[in-house]
């Protein structure tokens, strides 16, 4: 019976890897984030997504910089990729114990239940890497920002909030921004970008 199961787990838990291979999902969001995802932090520690800016504020943007914090890996239970490598693994590894060395059942899952746990561990933490180092290269550092060229795209009223669209590393970013002298700053307009404070750009017309 126990031979049956292990059979059923491997055959199930290779299946479902090799199609994920095929569609290109092998690295699904549970398994690659880890509980670590590394995708965007806002500065100085101000929540993302809409802020209103314009003449009227009926505008909204989102601002998504990230800090460059390091980001942790947490093993994904309940990940479909880590799962399915786990219920691989240990059919696997219980079918090599009980034909390769000839054990009983009892001792077959004593060897395949740490090597299946620490071979899915081992997986999962490599796709959270892949990913994370993709994801991290494609990051828009805060340090990056300071002294950066952006143009206006929503006019920046006196002493208000507009948006401008700065290129960095040939990435394209739009937040809320503010004049640093509190100055009316037109669409179209250049202006290089101060510091981040909070999710408003402080920008200098040129």
């Known amino acids: 019976m126990l031979t049956l199961t292990y059979v059923a787990l491997a055959v199930l ?14 690295f699904d969001s549970g398994g690659s984030d880890g509980g670590g995802h590394a995708g965007h932090a806002d500065g100085g520690g101000a929540h993302d997504g809409h802020v209103a800016y314009g003449v009227d504020s009926t505008g909204h943007g989102d601002t998504h910089a990230g800090d460059h914090a390091a980001p942790t890996f947490h093993f994904p239970f309940f990940s479909p990729l880590a799962l399915a490598t786990l219920f691989a693994c240990l059919g696997a590894y219980g079918l090599i114990a009980q034909f390769g060395f000839r054990v009983a059942d009892s001792a077959s899952l004593l060897l395949a239940v740490p090597a299946a746990l620490a071979t899915a561990y081992a997986v999962t933490y490599l796709g959270w890497r892949v990913l994370s180092s993709s994801r991290g290269s494609s990051q828009i550092r805060l340090q990056d920002l300071a002294g950066s060229p952006a143009e206006v795209i929503t006019p920046i009223p006196k002493d208000g909030l507009g948006e401008v669209a700065a290129l960095v590393d040939g990435q394209r970013f739009t937040a809320p921004a503010r004049e640093s002298d509190g100055r009316e700053v037109p669409r179209g307009a250049q202006v290089t970008v101060v510091r981040m404070v909070g999710t408003t750009l402080l920008v200098k017309a040129t």
């Open 13 to 26: 838990g290779a299946g479902y890897l090799v199609v994920s291979v095929l569609i290109g999902h092998v």
